[in-house]
Nanobody, 126 residues
Framework: QVQLVESGGGLVQAGGSLRLSCAAS????????MGWFRQAPGKEREFVSAIHGSASSVYYADSVKDRFTISRDNAKNTVYLQMNSLKPEDTAVYYC???????????????????WGQGTQVTVSS
């Protein structure tokens, strides 16, 4: 059973930065596709970013492109989300998600991910 633990959330002013981390259990992290999603109060959980197991491809929602950067360290079983130029509308609970390698992976579809972390709150004040 894979477990995911997020960290790095907090309160930041608009224009500031945060880096989220997600540590995964398991011995074959490099075979896991990883995603970040977020959910604001009263809204659906939405795609933020994703990275292929080999890190060969990365994906971003239009709303965060050029501000957020996803990366992974397979030696540490960890995926990161560097968030810069944060806006109040980025306020949400951020979740990391995992899917074991699949050639049919669709990175922005949350139902593609069977494993989820507990979430970490990000609050951006104006």
């Amino acid at each position: 059973q894979v477990q995911l633990v997020e960290s790095g959330g907090g309160l930041v002013q608009a224009g500031g930065s945060l880096r989220l981390s997600c540590a995964a259990s398991g011995r074959t992290f490099r075979t896991y596709h990883m995603g970040w999603f977020r959910q604001a109060p009263g809204k659906e959980r939405e795609f933020v970013s994703a990275i292929h197991g080999s890190a060969s491809s990365v994906y971003y929602a239009d709303s965060v492109k050029d501000r957020f950067t996803i990366s992974r360290d397979n030696a540490k079983n960890t995926v990161y989300l560097q968030m810069n130029s944060l806006k109040p509308e980025d306020t949400a609970v951020y979740y990391c998600a995992l899917r074991v390698y699949s050639s049919s992976w669709i990175p922005y579809v949350k139902d593609q991910y069977p494993y989820w972390g507990q979430g970490t709150q990000v609050t951006v004040s104006s």
